[in-house]
């Protein structure tokens, strides 16, 4: 097991690497061998790493990649030879791989409570960052992020898409023509959007947690208190960990903590949010159990000009619109009630059109479509709904101050302490 890196002789070591380059010569000039390219690391090498967004991202040149079980850094490295890229660096220490200055980007794919963390150690150590969803796994982390980016001067990218391409789950259509249905107010202000399996999205409770676990015998091959990292310390049981760490709130949130982004960030791009957040949140459904995260009946986000977003999660809103305002609804598939909407749909003008080449956003230093600043602002949705949860119960925020409001509970949620000695 590599030595940890002391987190002051990392800071130390990082900055000296990165004073002097901060954008390598070699993205200034369009060169395109190998030894050009940018180059990339993976931070753990789970189910989601192996996906076309990281193992198999061939814009850039993957180098190196870490994982605290060693089965799983081996896999890595007979993944890496069989997708072309050689003989790469592996470790189980991801600060070994924050300070390697061929290491241009980090792919964060670990569990959400690393997210925050791994993002702000990789913008210090002057790396830019693919993280995966959600943002980080409370709104205090995800504020720290957006202070450590806007800092370091680095190029986010968060590992979600469709307010920009590709079928929005089960709608049956992109996002662009929802776009430009808002944009256009052909629905008037303000606007509901119901998100649920009435309206193609599953909220995904099979993943909740167990509440029976007994402590197993750690393996040998597995660094559990590094897995942990943050996380306060539990009893090591398999069901804690890899594909089944989502139940747990002290890793996740469940279906809604690690899908919410993917449905939510839309919703956010469509109603006009992506500098706000919910004033009012509203919650029903069963008490949560203080380690396993369960389901709920209904969370409801109330915004400062009136707009909505409803997850329905108990099928009680069947025939419910996607969206639906003053003037008009539409329905999955682009069903609508707006007259002659398909004509309408073809006069619009397009939306304003985004940043989603994140090579070229390195290379020109150019804001990505989703970024630390509008992905913070759709993953705070995502967790003031899992702290409403918890808390069992509604409360009040303050989206300029990023706080509750008079409400120390909540706050206890929204701002929580990490595992020592690891902090941001």
Known sequence: MPVPIPRRAFLKRASALTAFTIIPARLLRSETAPSNQLTRALIGFGGIAHSGNHLGYKATRLVALCDPDAKRVQDGIVQAEKNGYGKIFTCRDFREILARPEVDIIHICTPPHWHGIMSVMAAEAGKDIWCEKPMTRTIGEGRRVMEAVKANGRIFRLNTWFRFQSGFYGFGTEVKPLKKIMENRLLGWPVKAVVG??????????????????????????????????????????????????????????????????????????????????????????????????????ITYTYADGCQIVLDGNDSLQGSPFLEGPKGKVWPKLKSDVPNLEALLQELPEPAPQQTDFVESIKLRRTFALNERNGFRSATIVNLGLVAMRLGRGFSFDPVKLCAVNDPAADRFIYQQMRAPWVI
């Open 197 to 298: 399996s009435v309206t193609g999205f599953s909220l995904k409770f099979g993943w909740s947690g167990l509440t029976n676990l007994k402590p197993e015998p750690v393996p040998s091959d597995f660094d559990y208190d590094l897995w942990l990292g943050p996380a306060p310390f539990k009893p090591y049981h398999r069901h804690r960990t890899h594909g089944t760490f989502r139940g747990y709130w002290d890793y996740d949130g469940g279906g809604l903590g690690d899908m919410g982004q993917h449905y939510l960030d839309p919703v956010q791009y469509l109603l006009e949010k992506d500098d706000t957040s919910p004033i009012k949140i509203e919650v029903s459904g069963p008490p949560q159990h203080p380690d396993a995260v369960g389901s709920f009946h209904r």
